[in-house]
Structure formats: C-alpha cells, structure tokens
C-alpha cells in the first residue's frame, strides 16, 4: 500500500494548491481513499463520465445516461483493482466517476429505492452481511457474491433478470447485473446533484446471491415493483 499512499499524498499536496479550503468527498484524496476501499475488496474499476453541469462531461448530445456511463468502450479491459492506475485516473481526471465491472469478483442486485430499503431492513434483521449502495433517491445495489465466468458457456445459468448497458431500460423493477455489465461505485455524482454513496460499505463480505434474491423479490412484490410492465420475466 506503499504507492497508494504516495499517490494519496501527491494529491492532498496538489488540491490544497489550488483549492485550500476544499474538504470531504469532492477532494481528490479523500475521493482517492474512498475508492481504494472498493479496490481492496477486489472490485474492478473503471472511469466513468461526471455531471458538467446539467450535461455529461462525455459532450454527446442527448446522452441517455449522463454522468452514468464508463468513458471508453473498451471499459469491460480496463477494469481494473491496481491502486496507481486508479491514482492516475483520478489525477487526469479528479471528477471523475467510475464504474465497477460486475460477473468477476462479485454481482450487484439493482432495485428501485422503497424496495430496496424495505429488502435492506429485512437482510440486518437475518444478520446477512453486504455492501449496499444507495444511487441518490431512485435505485438501490446490493453487492453480493458473483455466479463467475465458466469457460464453459453451459455451466453459466441464465436468468431474466439479467441486465446490461443495452437492456437496462427493460428492468426498471429488479436488475441482476452480472457478466457484461457494470454499475456506478461511490463516490459518484450524477447530473441531477444527487450522489452515489454507500449505506454499507465494501468492506462488509459478499453474501449469496439467491439468499438476496429472495428478500429483494418479496419486497418489490410488497410496494408493487414486479408490476407486468414494470419487471417482465421470461
């Protein structure tokens, strides 16, 4: 951990330079240290787009997902859990987001907010652990163990509620992202001011997927998430 902190160091030197009084998440280094805890528990990151403004920082006009996207395509390679190239990303870039490259070291479970913070009370309650993130006040993540990579392509079971870049907007209930996608990691802005933020942190070890299936599935059913034209299974 010898070169984060170097870089940690670096770029606390550099913000008071230019912003003395800047503090909390938006400094550089505090940014830096916040997403090395999802580094150190293997999490795949990538750069993503920032809010400019009301805009997306990638300039595209009409970007159907501002501030929410990686920067390259070529996102699923660059995922990455080495601490100096995510120091130097954050270096070029200090705004920027970044994603995490889901179906390698874990899954998330992505469901609207009242879902998830029903399902959220019910997993303490069981004592399942979990890192949970909340993306401002619509979704909710909970992160959990991943069902893999097989080389064979038979051993990998499918599920409808499988969700990539190109398929999010057929799951606005329950989403499982696994191979092939990617969600927002805290710190992350998005262009209507709202944050990405962990309720339970990355540290917290991943639990069974099925185990939080089942208590995401009762509460989307309970505030009425599973509507047919809201979650459409098979």
């Known amino acids: 951990m010898a070169a984060s902190s170097r870089w940690t160091a670096w770029l606390w030197r550099d913000r008071q330079r230019t912003e003395p009084d800047a503090g909390g998440p ?4 505090a940014r830096l240290e916040l997403l090395l805890t999802s580094v150190r528990a293997g999490f795949p990151l990538a750069p993503a787009a920032h809010p400019a403004g009301y805009r997306c920082s990638c300039d595209r006009v009409g970007c159907p997902a501002p501030a929410q996207h990686p920067l390259s395509f070529a996102w699923q390679s660059q995922a990455t ?19 995490t490259a889901t179906g390698r070291a874990h899954d998330v479970l992505d469901v609207p ?20 993130a909340a993306v401002g006040e619509e979704r909710y993540l909970f992160f959990t163990a991943t069902r893999g990579r097989p080389e064979d392509e038979d051993e990998f079971w499918p599920s409808a509620l499988d969700t990539d870049p190109d398929t999010m907007s057929e799951h606005p209930g329950l989403r499982w992202h696994c191979r092939g996608s990617y969600t927002l990691v805290p710190p992350a802005r998005l262009a209507d001011d709202s944050e990405v933020r962990w309720l339970r942190g990355p540290e917290q070890a991943l639990p069974d997927p099925l185990r939080v299936l089942d208590v995401l599935t009762d509460a989307c059913t309970e505030v009425g998430a599973v509507a047919e034209e809201q979650w459409l299974i098979g």
């Open 26 to 29: 938006a400094n550089p280094a």
């Open 113 to 132: 907010a009242e879902a998830g913070r029903l399902a959220l009370a019910r997993l303490e309650e069981l004592g399942v652990p979990g890192p949970v």
């Open 81 to 99: 859990t080495d601490t100096e190239q995510l120091a130097r990303w954050l270096a070029r870039d200090p705004q920027a987001n970044f994603v």
